[in-house]
């Protein structure tokens, strides 16, 4: 018996040995150590032995089969993994070849310069106000200190829209979108601290650097104790947000009907740094928006006492800082819609 | 404005770089658009004597010269005609460039040496307006003897720099010479050296001897002064003024014009010279216009005049339109001997509206808009006969004829320097103050301030704080950032809903679109919305651009067909867009209150689309909200194709349309291959937003799933066959959805087989086969019923 034993475990790593596959081994497995398996037959024999053999053949025999299965499990083990390195080395892919992306859509570039200055006055608690396009000339002109005779009505250019109001005042496309600062001043909530983005209209012909649609973005602060000082921080902040820590700002003093004192503020040339380049036409400059304290006068006019509150206000074109920033040589393309600009930004 | 430097330091000291000046005075408030150098390109033209003057050998139109160029004597070969020995003209040597870039060589002219050229006036940057004695095609003789081999820059006045400044509308005082002398005086602290404006009226008589003066329309003219000169002689005006006048951008023209000009440019009052003995009667009559008046203005042109503008008349006719430009019939020329010189004041918007109407803008009227300082006007007249004297052009009649019915003199206004203070964030003392108003040439007192007549744009205390800021200088103001009642920033609602819908967009492969806002009537006619069409009642423009940008947008159709037909013309593939923006509704037309401005969603697609792209699209926008958006066949949006067409709403509120276009349409959009639109009006979709999902708990029971497939007659919707089967399913419905549309083999014409994937569910057991079978059974019931569906097997 006791070579009985041997000669089965001789054959069963034979066997293994000469396995080309899982079918096989498992073969072997039932041919051994099945039911009917040749070492369990030996097993169920084991009862006939006298109980001073038992010991030493059962210990021969339990040995024998943890050497057989032993044996098939670490060689199925490793035909897998075989297997496995095979199917991988079959995989092998050209990692090359151009990825699968979904197409999307992108956002018009006058939107990502847009949503960049909201998040950064966002940031520096402003609120964010709307108005409407079509305007009173009322809002447009008068409620800005813009009476009817003032040179600034010819100066911007303004479509107006058939009809009156009931009080004869017409009609206008806004031409900024100063408007919304008075109405938004008219609301009465005090403090405020809003900006106020969007489309407005001018009477200039399309050419490269001109679109009767253009778009603005206005501010507006008013509180106690509002001072230039404070005016100059805010936009300052605005200024190195927006394009970069190293920038320098300086305010001009100019003119604006709705503002007193008024300014408008140069950023130094974000291409050049301010040593002269073809952006800044050499002068290391660039003017980006207009602003000043709100003129009494347009406190009075929305029920504000100017001997309490005080305020500033800015405006500045977003095309131009968006037509910079993209490197974009032709305001018309802004406008015209084509995928192949659009899918750029 | 432009102003040569030169000039501009006769009035006031500028001791710095033209350069750092122009920083200064830009800082100051007075900004520099431009410096220019008219000489700056001459470079090595000198002045030559004539030595010796022979015939070309080879050419018989040459001519050969010597010429003495100091310490050297060169040979130049010349076409020119008016040279004699002797004569001094501007030579350019080897090297040299002319005043347009043009560089000369030494070199060999049909066989003679030339080592450089004889230049004219033009070749020295000037035309013959400027040097009325240089002569046509040929060489500029110096009218008097010049050192030989000196630099012609300085002799002809080349070296200057001009400067170019954008001045401000409420700043008519800075429209010259003297205005921006005035300010930087104050900038730097020095003087201010006004011109002498005091004449010594040596003619005879009085000036109300000659003329009378009138005003019948007071409130457009608030001053008029007359001077007259006596046997003025007209003639060409000396160097220096004409290079003045021409530097400045204004044509040199004769000497009585030129002071008129001249004055202008220093004083900024316009004014004008007349021919007396063209003034009938020798009155001056400021009065209006009579409608379709004419009159022929001194560029020759024949105007039509109405009773808005203001004329000077004598008592027979029209001679000069107010404030634009004198006439024909009683300009100065080279006879005249009695000269009136007018200096008004007039109705800046009057002269605006008038010159708007007349399409003519001139120097005078560009000033006058702005509203001139009536008291500036006697100052203006003394002037302009102060340099009559200088010049020696004319004697000067004593006394001005003045109407003066409007008035204007300084305004007091009151300040506080704790006020001003307060509105800049500054801590200026008030002596300080009073000290830079004083610089400005304001007249401080205790409690505020005299704005002299010329500085009208200071009204209030928070002008006053400007004028102190300008001069402490914007840039020493510190920037402080204000604490104050604290805001908080933030989206509202809409506008973070809107940014979902962007996203959404994106996403969906749709690209973001621009459009204008105004469109062209025949937008209406394209999308063949018939004539009572809601769509076709759009506001106006007054004066647009043109047509085609003419009536405000009452839909989005156009604007996206238009943006699709830009990229379909530019043979794109394909082309996804969207926009969100607004259409304007008016409730009366013409407009009586401000019009809806409701904001839309709008999107279109061509290229591999098909309708269920878009919709597809236009749910994920719905959801991107929380919302969900349900569609309706429709045949009645009539640029839509009658059976690809949906109306969509949102939350059981209609929110738009969305469909296939039309292919007459698209015909008329020049669009070759289907299109797809949709516009939806966001506050349906905003109203039925959830802003914050709740959690509905999940199964913990696994689904019964039974697939069901129905033959429902062709014209039965998918959707209503779904919800059908939700209501009647039992209680353990979950969903129902659609996986599958056959028709053919085994489906009868007229018929389609529409397959579900229902799932049903308890939220506390697992449920038995038997109550899913009987969910089934029960919606079979209901749907043969309904819609005769029955099973397919």
Known sequence: ?345 | MIVPMSWLREYADADVSTRDFAEDITMFGQKVEAITKPGERIDRIVVGRVAGITKHAGADKLLVTKIDTGGRMIQVVTGARNLSVGDFVPVALDGATLANGVTIKSGELRGELSEGMLCSIEELGYTRHDYPEAPENGIYVFSEPREPGADVRPILELTDEVVEYEITSNRADCFSVVGIAREVAAMYGGPLRFPDCSPEELGGGRAADHIAVRIDAPELCPRYAARVIRNARIGVSPQWLRHRLTAAGVRPINSIVDITNYVMLELGQPMHAFDIDEIAGRRIIVRNARDGETFVTLDGQRRELDASMLVIADPEKAIAIAGIMGGENSKVTEGASAILFESAAFSGPNIRRSSKKLGLRTDASSRYEKGLDPNLALVAVNRAARLVELLGVGEVVPGVVDCYPGVVSDRDVAYTADGVNRLLGTDISGDAMASMLRRLGLSPYPGGVSAPSFRRDITREADVAEEIARVYGYDNIPATLASGTPTVGRKNREQLLEDRLKAAMAASGYSEALTYAFESPKAFDRLLLPEDSELRRAARLVNPLGEDFSVMRTSMANAILTALAANYSKRNESAALYEITKVYRPSALPLQDLPDEPKVLAFGIYGGADFYDIKGAAEAAAASAGAEADFERTADVPFLHPGRAAYVSVGGERAGYIGEVHPDVLAAYGIGERAYVAELFVAPIYANAIDRPAYKPLGRFPAARRDVALIVPEGVPAKAVERAILASAGAYIESAKLFDVYRGAGVADGRKSLAYSLSFRSPDRTLTDAQADEGVKSALVRLADEFDARPRV
């Open chain 1, 1 to 345: 018996m006791r070579e009985e034993l041997e000669q089965i475990k001789r054959e069963a790593a034979e066997g293994i040995r000469a396995a080309g596959g899982v079918k096989e081994l498992e073969e072997l497995r039932v041919a051994l150590l099945g039911k009917k398996g040749r070492l369990t037959g030996i097993l169920k024999g084991m009862g006939r032995l006298s109980a001073e053999e038992r010991p030493a053949l059962g210990q021969l025999a339990n040995e024998a089969r943890d050497f057989i299965e032993g044996g098939i499990s670490a060689a199925k083990a490793e035909l897998s993994r075989k297997a496995t390195l095979a199917r991988l080395a079959a995989e092998t892919i050209d990692v090359t070849l151009p990825g699968k992306a979904r197409a999307r859509g992108h956002y018009h570039p006058m939107t990502t310069a847009m949503e960049e200055l909201k998040r950064i006055f966002l940031g520096m608690r402003y609120e964010i106000a709307e108005g409407p396009d079509i305007e009173t000339e009322y809002y447009n002109f008068d409620a800005l200190n813009i009476p009817s005779d003032h040179p600034a009505r010819d100066e911007q250019d303004t479509f107006y829209v058939e009809g009156k109001d009931a009080d004869g005042g017409g009609f206008a496309l806004r031409t900024a979108t100063s408007p919304v600062q008075a109405r938004t001043m008219e609301r009465g909530r005090l403090p405020i601290r809003m900006i106020c983005p969007g489309q407005v209209f001018r009477a200039d012909e399309v050419d490269a650097t001109h679109s009767p649609v253009f778009h603005q973005m206005e501010g507006l602060v008013v509180d106690k104790g509002v001072t230039f000082g404070d005016l100059k921080g805010a936009l300052m902040v605005f200024a190195r947000e927006f394009l970069g820590e190293d920038t320098r700002a300086r305010f001009r003093p100019h003119y604006f009907p709705f503002t007193e004192p008024s300014a408008e503020m140069d950023v130094s040339c974000f291409k050049c740094g301010g040593a002269g380049c073809n952006v800044c036409k050499g002068e290391g400059w660039i003017e980006v928006l207009g602003c000043g304290m709100v003129h009494p006068r347009v406190l009075e006019m929305r029920g504000i006492d100017p001997a309490v509150y005080s305020g500033f206000a800015f405006g500045m074109g977003l095309e131009r800082i968006a037509m910079l920033r993209g490197a974009i040589s032709d305001m018309r393309l802004l406008f015209e819609n084509d995928v192949n600009f659009l899918n750029q930004f």
